[in-house]
């Protein structure tokens, strides 16, 4: 009996032609690659006086507030928060939620039925990208998604790899960072994309990497304008505490009245609580 073992493959194995085409097509993480560039550069650079200062990701450079240390080093003598958590989040962590978004932005959810724990909001991000997506849309039309441009890399990454299409919504200076939602679907529509085939919009302010916030005015037509073609209004503040004294605080687009028929809001521990290796998120919004 020879020795299987021994045996020499016939071909190398080739695992990457295993992979979708969605993501055999993908290229490496936009913040690895600037993080390369940075550290290939750094060293000469440094030589000259002209060391770079980082403002590629957000990544607090601060511990998260000892209160919150704390209080993570007793829950871990609690033995239910070592085993399976509830689908939906442990209710006391829901109530907290539903109690933050009424003091914050004057918004009640309902914690029983409008509230998700998430392991940090991009993990709920793709997984609701994966739940509109068709897996039996074809390549000439592909569902799609529009997205703030620029915007946070992994948008469009997220939905490529579901098999949809991330088209661009270019906020400039002259629209002020805040485009005209209504003007791109004609736009689209003009280039063969009906509003049939758009599955979500997604809004993210202050805007990642601009800063830019929106008015609660612009919220209002968003709604409005995701009601009128059935578009889903996925919102995602993740920079909403982060603001200077004096300034009006970063609105929640479930502010507007009647939104929440038609928004998922995805909020994150992970920039105002300097907490980002902690995973801890949250959505809001439609059940």
Not at 98 to 120: H, I, N, W, Y
Not at 151 to 163: E, H, K
Request: aromatic share 8%; glycine share 6%.
């Amino acid at each position: 009996m020879s020795d299987v073992s021994q045996a020499t493959p016939a071909t190398q194995p080739d695992i990457k032609s295993l992979y979708s085409e969605s993501i055999r097509d993908m290229e490496t993480y936009i913040m690895f690659r600037i993080a390369k560039r940075v550290a290939d550069l750094t060293p000469s650079l440094t030589e000259k006086g002209r060391a770079p200062i980082k403002f590629s990701m957000g990544a607090p450079v601060v511990p998260p507030p000892q209160a919150m240390q704390n209080e993570l080093i007793k829950a871990m003598d609690t033995a239910a928060n070592h085993t399976y958590s509830t689908p939906r989040g442990e209710p006391f962590f829901r109530q907290a939620v539903a109690a933050r978004m009424k003091q914050r932005f004057g918004v009640t959810v309902d914690p029983d039925t409008e509230v998700c724990s998430l392991l940090g909001s991009k993990e709920g991000l793709g997984n609701l990208f994966r739940g509109l997506i068709s897996y039996r849309s074809t390549a000439s039309q592909k569902e799609v998604i529009l997205v703030p441009d620029p915007g946070y890399a992994s948008y469009g990454d997220a939905i490529r790899i579901c098999g949809g299409l991330p088209m661009p919504l270019k906020m400039t200076p002259d629209n002020r960072y805040m485009p005209d939602l209504e003007a791109r679907i004609k736009e689209l529509k003009a280039e063969g994309i009906g509003p049939e085939r758009i599955k979500a919009l997604v809004l993210c302010y202050p805007s990642n990497p601009t800063g830019m916030s929106c008015t609660l005015d612009y919220y209002e037509q968003a709604v409005a304008v995701c009601k009128r073609h059935n578009i889903l209004l996925i919102n995602d503040p993740a920079y909403a505490d982060l603001y200077f004294p004096g300034e009006e605080p970063p609105h929640s687009a479930l502010e507007v009245a009647g939104a929440k028929d038609i928004t998922i809001e995805f909020h994150t521990l992970s920039k105002p609580y300097a907490a980002t290796g902690w995973r801890i998120g949250f959505a809001v919004g439609h059940p």
